[in-house]
């Protein structure tokens, strides 16, 4: 009987030690996520914690793609997302469609500490924006001194931790995407009341010199000048159509088609449109001035150079890389413009590990090809 209430309160002991864990490693993630201003780096604390508080191989949190059928690994520790995915996938899946944590063992396979085979559980997360992601947590150790439940439980607290974290993510981008927002508007704003206002009144002095019968040589320039001026004002317009965000159930679809809009009159004629559906999930703020950057600078170097009478363009998606093209069917376009408004073009494209190619065509005009990978 003495024997029994050691081992009863040897137990206890044990157990509370098991809370007293758990609250620490809570309690060190707690602090980590209100002290680090990159809610990222504590993604890898959790995972250590979860894998330690049970001597697991490995831990990992993946993102559920929309169908629920792939996954991105956010993070891993002790294993590669692939290793993790290797004898989990049917499980994570089940774990994703059923909304509910799912716990398995390996068959037989003995455990290092030969008390059987060792567990794995698959935790369901869901974030605020209704997204899901799965903790997995791989060969943990069960123990005689809690039970099993107690850690499935355990794991779904970490599961929690996990949204937590996640959510602090988002919302920091939704914070950096605001930020970017306010100063796009804060910029086409000044380009408008300022910069725009002070060429045209430089153009309107202009007119009012070419009226004093200046030499023919002096009043050439200044008819060019006043040309290029209102070419600029064209060019800023645009770009502070491109900055200015897209109202609220804008598609990019209908950006595109504003942007051609506002370049008809210029050009004399409607361009033609083509615009898959697809881009519609693919492309985040920063995508979508990329896109009209290049679509602006194409548009405005047709208007100047090219004396086309059609223009059509197209974007879409083609083995997960964005493209855009601009076709013509002008007499094509001087070198030197490459060099100039373009480079800036095909710069930005290779920065985004893309690429840009300006090629002829038949029987007459140029083909613009802009493409950029894309990150699902």
């Not at 520790?77 to 499980?91: I, N, P, V």
């Not at 774990?95 to 063992?105: A, D, K, N, Q």
């Not at 943990?140 to 607290?157: D, G």
């Not at 697809?278 to 896109?291: F, K, N, P, T, W």
């Amino acid at each position: 009987m003495v024997a029994g209430s050691v081992i009863d309160l040897t137990r206890q002991r044990l157990e509370a030690k098991s809370h007293r864990d758990l609250s620490d490693s809570l309690r060190q993630i707690n602090r980590a996520l209100l002290a680090e201003s990159d809610p990222t780096r504590v993604l890898p604390l959790v995972l250590t914690q979860a894998r330690h508080l049970r001597q697991a191989k490995a831990a990992g949190v993946l993102l559920a793609t929309d169908d629920d059928r792939e996954f991105v690994v956010l993070a891993a520790d002790g294993a590669s997302g692939s290793e993790l995915l290797k004898d989990a996938r049917r499980c994570v899946q089940h774990s994703l469609v059923r909304r509910e944590s799912v716990h398995w063992t390996n068959g037989a396979a003995p455990s290092d500490a030969g008390a059987g085979p060792r567990h794995n559980s698959a935790v369901p997360v869901q974030l605020q924006n209704g997204s899901f992601a799965v903790l997995v947590v791989v060969g943990w150790l069960p123990t005689t001194t809690v039970t099993s439940r107690y850690t499935e439980e355990v794991f779904e607290a970490f599961g929690d931790q996990v949204g937590l974290v996640l959510d602090r993510v988002k919302a920091g981008q939704n914070h950096d995407v605001l930020v970017k927002v306010e100063d796009r508007e804060r910029i086409a704003r000044d380009l408008h009341d300022l910069v725009i206002q002070r060429i045209y009144a430089a153009g309107l002095a202009l007119q009012g010199a070419s009226r004093l019968e200046p030499k023919p040589a002096v009043a050439e320039r200044i008819d060019r000048t006043i040309v290029e001026l209102d070419a600029t004002i064209r060019d800023l317009r645009a770009t502070i159509f491109a900055l200015t965000p897209a109202k609220v159930g804008h598609s990019v679809h209908d950006q595109i088609g504003e942007l051609l809009s506002g370049y008809a009159l210029n050009l004399g004629f409607e361009p033609a449109m083509r615009c898959d559906e697809e881009i519609e999930g693919v492309l985040d703020i920063d995508g979508r001035q990329a896109l009209m950057m290049v679509l602006r600078e194409a548009l405005s170097n047709v208007v100047r150079h090219a004396q086309a009478t059609s223009v059509e363009v197209a974007v879409f998606v083609e083995e997960k890389h964005l493209v855009a093209v601009v076709t013509d069917n002008g007499v094509g376009l001087p070198s030197q413009v490459m060099e100039s408004g373009l480079n800036n073009v095909r710069t930005r494209a290779q920065q985004l590990g893309g690429s840009m190619d300006l090629l002829a065509h038949a029987p007459r005009g140029s083909v613009l090809r802009w493409q950029v990978p894309i990150h699902y």
